[in-house]
């Protein structure tokens, strides 16, 4: 009897086991089919950035991100626009941290495995331009950043939340998104990148239009007719002027010099100002007006250091044109290019072109010369660097637009004096001045 009672146990224990064995595993295939087994992933800032090559913070924009980032159940959604380099940094970034291949794919998919998008962590590669998903949740306004004043390189890194409170990651290079800067009035028509190539366009043309109708008749006529009543009011005030001595006319010589140079440097500094759209900060309106100074004067010197180991009387003027240009190209384009200002000799038909070659080559020299000095401190940020970046563009321009071959500019000296030595200054300082503000300015 017993025996029959343990056998019947036994064949009951056996049912039970092999059915445990048929729907247990049968259960979790089902519940597998569901859902994917959790799965995490680090984002470690500091490593995506060098893989990115980014190592300055004003190449840099993070939006919500406090540190480190973890995600859960990841899916990267790589930008059907996504450039090289922005492809090739995150492929270096999984190879230090390796992520499954099957969980990189393109910004066209709408589910994984059978489940929403909604269900995963995100990690978005490119911006706006880049990843059509990207996108599609900035204008749904779960990503908020659609521009960047930064030009390449540069990277943004953004933290946003699904409805469902998953997470959704971007990390893009700048060129992905909208570039802007500065609220210009033909944002909109021009794209911005363009602002300042079209700065040294306009300010290029004008100032030739301007050199072209100062040599027309009407205004010929209108500069001699300027020039007899000018000479009409000197003769009669010749006896008083013979009566003072020659230090007190040269006196009066050097303060009307001085006063133009003032202007000049205020009007440099006030065009600049204009040009960053800067509101009315005192340091930063005082800083443009000292650079703008400084590069007036030494320019001058230049001119000045030579004229006078030739023994050439000159000076500096006033150009009423340059400042209408330089005040039309800061507004329309955030970019000021041209001068208030130009040198001048007191006797031209006397003097040799080769001597007023080298005298006009001499203002350009040394603001060159001065740009590059402040170029080193440019790179190093803060106060110090905010200073070098405006004497270094200050400097830059002066004897950029200076170098032009027309009047009254330097370049039309010393364009007449050598062709060849002219081209050999102006074209390869031009390509470098407009390669600079399409990509750095």
């Avoid at 059915?19 to 259960?27: C, H, N, Q, R, S």
């Avoid at 470690?44 to 480190?68: A, M, P």
């Avoid at 995600?71 to 090739?88: F, W």
């Avoid at 309106?285 to 250091?305: N, T």
Wanted: glycine share 10%; net charge negative.
């Amino acid at each position: 009897m017993f025996d029959m009672v343990g056998m019947r146990s036994g064949r009951v224990l056996l049912l039970v086991l092999m059915l445990l064995i048929i729907f247990v595993p049968a259960a979790a295939v089902a519940q597998l089919a569901g859902e994917q087994v959790q799965y995490n992933y680090n984002l470690n800032i500091d490593q995506v950035l060098n893989c990115y090559g980014i190592s300055n913070d004003e190449k840099l924009v993070l939006i919500n991100v406090t540190g480190n980032i973890a995600v859960t159940n990841p899916l990267v959604i790589m930008g059907s626009d996504a450039g090289i380099l922005e492809k090739n940094s995150f492929y270096a970034y999984t190879g230090i941290h390796p992520l499954k291949e099957e969980l990189i794919m393109g910004d066209g998919i709408t589910s994984y495995n059978g489940n929403p998008l909604s269900y995963y962590d995100l990690i978005l590669i490119g911006g706006p331009m880049h990843n059509d998903m990207t996108r599609r949740f900035t204008e749904q306004g779960l990503l908020h950043c659609e521009g960047t004043s930064i030009k390449m390189p540069g990277l943004v890194i953004e933290v946003g939340l699904q409805p469902n409170g998953r997470r959704v990651i971007v990390i893009g290079d700048v060129s992905g998104y909208a570039y802007h800067k500065k609220d210009l009035p033909l944002n909109g028509i021009l794209p911005e990148t363009l602002a300042p190539a079209a700065a040294i366009a306009t300010g290029m043309g004008l100032g030739a239009i301007g050199a072209f109708l100062g040599g027309t008749g009407a205004v010929i006529t209108l500069k001699r007719t300027a020039r007899r009543y000018l000479s009409g009011f000197l003769n009669a005030h010749a006896a008083e002027a013979a009566t003072e001595t020659g230090t007190a006319f040269a006196s009066r010589s050097l303060a009307r010099e001085v006063l133009v140079l003032l202007a000049c440097a205020i009007l440099l500094g006030a065009t600049f100002v204009i040009a960053d759209r800067l509101s009315l900060q005192p340091d930063l309106i005082a800083l443009y007006l000292v650079m703008g100074g400084l590069a007036m004067i030494v320019h001058d010197l230049g001119h000045r250091m030579v004229a006078r180991k030739l023994d050439v009387d000159g000076e500096n003027r006033f150009w009423g044109t340059g400042t209408i240009i330089m005040l039309l190209t800061s507004g329309l384009y955030g970019m000021a290019f041209a001068q208030p200002g130009r040198y001048a000799f007191a006797d031209p038909d006397d003097l040799d072109i080769r001597d007023k070659g080298f005298i006009m080559m001499a203002g350009p020299a040394v603001s060159m010369l001065f740009a590059i000095l402040f170029l080193p401190f440019a790179l190093i940020g803060g106060v110090a660097g905010q200073v070098a970046v405006a004497g270094f563009t200050m400097n830059l321009m002066t004897a950029i637009y200076n170098l032009m071959p027309f009047e009254p500019m330097d370049g039309k000296i010393i364009y007449e004096w050598s062709r060849t030595f002219w081209m050999i200054t102006f074209v390869p300082l031009a390509l470098f001045f407009i390669l600079m503000t399409l990509f750095f300015v």
